[in-house]
């Protein structure tokens, strides 16, 4: 299949006062060494404003999960830059890479991996911050805060994660990224994991915390349907790239490239003759794309 037709990404949103909380310029990063490596990213670049929701959609294999782990720091640089807050982060190690931590956090696709099946849910979330010095009395606190704020009983502090389900582990990973107050979180698919009546409460939840708490988000996903509910702007990869950016409503119904829009018509629907129309439009795109 040949990539669908190029088009230059629209520019970031750049009101009069608008700086970016997180900037990533010209972020290429490769796996594997010498004639067997694969560049997973081409000179990607992104913005996150303070209490702004960014969406980063595409298949998988796109290279998205790759540029939230750049962030993290769980990935190499092999060029480019990542600045947080105006400071650049993009080669951080050790210690100054763990007190970023506190402010920037991660919200994982797997539920039920992401939590120490060892450990009690009191202990999960305390965790972050008895290891940054907090007293476990103050910990304490901080942790019955957060799961009134993901709305879960503090009953649940001796519990462990087996005895919850899919939606409620999320919960539980959402407070503890919540917990040390970070400014921006990335997001890694965290719904998609979930059936959709779920998703649908999770992700009023993250839309609930982000507007009390004025937290940013990275929000990974494949699916436009889910990010067009909670991002603001929305930015398209394929193959390593951002091939369009723009406003989430205007991207997420009526997006202008052909990889956007295919990735539009294979969101699913419940009305079954729309359905219908999509995927013939969809089959339509992919047979222009091949």
């Not at 970016?20 to 990063?29: G, I, M, Q, R, T």
């Not at 929701?53 to 480019?80: F, N, Q, Y």
């Not at 990973?173 to 917990?179: D, G, K, P, T």
Request: aromatic fraction near 4%; charged fraction near 25%; hydrophobic fraction near 40%.
């Amino acid at each position: 299949m040949t990539a669908p037709t190029a088009a230059v990404p629209a520019p970031v949103p750049t009101a009069p006062g608008f700086e970016p909380l997180l900037s990533a310029k010209d972020v290429v990063v490769d796996y594997g060494q010498r004639r067997g490596s694969f560049r997973a990213l081409k000179e990607v670049s992104i913005e996150v404003g303070a209490g702004e929701c960014v969406g980063l959609v595409g298949e998988s294999g796109s290279g998205k999960s790759t540029l939230g782990k750049a962030i993290l720091g769980l990935v190499p640089v092999a060029s480019g830059s990542i600045e947080f807050d105006g400071r650049d982060i993009t080669r951080l190690k050790g210690a100054k890479r763990r007190e970023l931590a506190s402010s920037i956090q991660v919200v994982f696709q797997d539920p039920y991996g992401s939590l120490n099946p060892a450990m009690t849910i009191g202990d999960i979330l305390a965790e972050p911050l008895t290891t940054a010095g907090t007293s476990r009395r103050e910990a304490r606190a901080v942790v019955s805060e957060m799961l009134d704020r993901v709305k879960l009983p503090s009953n649940v502090l001796d519990r462990y994660p087996k005895e919850f389900s899919g939606g409620q582990r999320q919960r539980i990973a959402i407070a503890r990224a919540l917990v040390r107050k970070p400014r921006l979180i990335v997001c890694d698919e965290p719904v998609s994991a979930l059936d959709l009546t779920t998703q649908a409460t999770i992700i009023d939840l993250f839309i609930e915390l982000q507007r009390d708490t004025g937290v940013s988000y990275l929000f990974v996903s494949h699916d436009l349907g889910v990010v067009r509910r909670i991002c603001h702007r929305v930015a398209v990869m394929y193959r390593g790239e951002i091939v369009e950016t723009g406003d989430g409503e205007q991207l997420t119904r009526d997006p202008q490239h052909p990889y956007s829009r295919r990735l539009l018509t294979a969101s699913p629907i419940a009305d079954p003759v729309k359905q219908a129309e999509r995927r013939a439009a969809w089959l339509k795109l992919r047979e222009q794309a091949a």
